[in-house]
Nanobody
Framework: QVQLVESGGGLVQPGGSLRLSCAAS????????MGWYRQTPGKQREFVAT???????NYADSVKGRFTISRDNRKTTVYLQMNSLKPEDTAVYFCNARVTWADYWGQGTQVTVSS
C-alpha cells in the first residue's frame, strides 16, 4: 500500500505561482510513474502532468509552458511547479502513483486562483 500526501495548495492571484508537493510512502518510489490530476465540482478528474521512472514528462496542453513536474527519488516526493496561474487552474489537485499492478491517489489539495 502506498500513501500519498499532497501539500502546497492555497489562494494565489492570477499570474502568480505555487509549488505543490506530494510525499509518498512507497519503498519502491523510483519505479512508479507519478502524476498530477485536477478536478473541479461537477467535472471529471483531468490529467495535468506525469513523470516516468526515467524522468520523461508529459503535460496537458492547457498547462504546457507554465507547469513543471519533477521528482526527487531520495525524498520520495514529486513536485508540480505552477507559474502564470489562471483562474481556470482553480481545482483540487491530486497526486497519483502508478505501476502496472497498482494505482494510488492522494486526498488532494485545493488551489484557488483569484484576485
Amino acid at each position: 500500500q502506498v500513501q500519498l500526501v499532497e501539500s502546497g495548495g492555497g489562494l494565489v492571484q492570477p499570474g502568480g505561482s505555487l509549488r505543490l508537493s506530494c510525499a509518498a510512502s512507497a519503498r519502491l518510489f523510483s519505479i512508479y510513474t507519478m502524476g498530477w490530476y485536477r478536478q473541479t465540482p461537477g467535472k471529471q478528474r483531468e490529467f495535468v502532468a506525469t513523470i516516468t521512472r526515467g524522468n520523461s514528462t508529459n503535460y496537458a496542453d492547457s498547462v504546457k509552458g507554465r507547469f513543471t513536474i519533477s521528482r526527487d527519488n531520495r525524498k520520495t516526493t514529486v513536485y508540480l511547479q505552477m507559474n502564470s496561474l489562471k483562474p481556470e487552474d482553480t481545482a483540487v489537485y491530486f497526486c497519483n502513483a502508478r505501476v502496472t499492478w497498482a494505482d494510488y491517489w492522494g486526498q488532494g489539495t485545493q488551489v484557488t486562483v483569484s484576485s
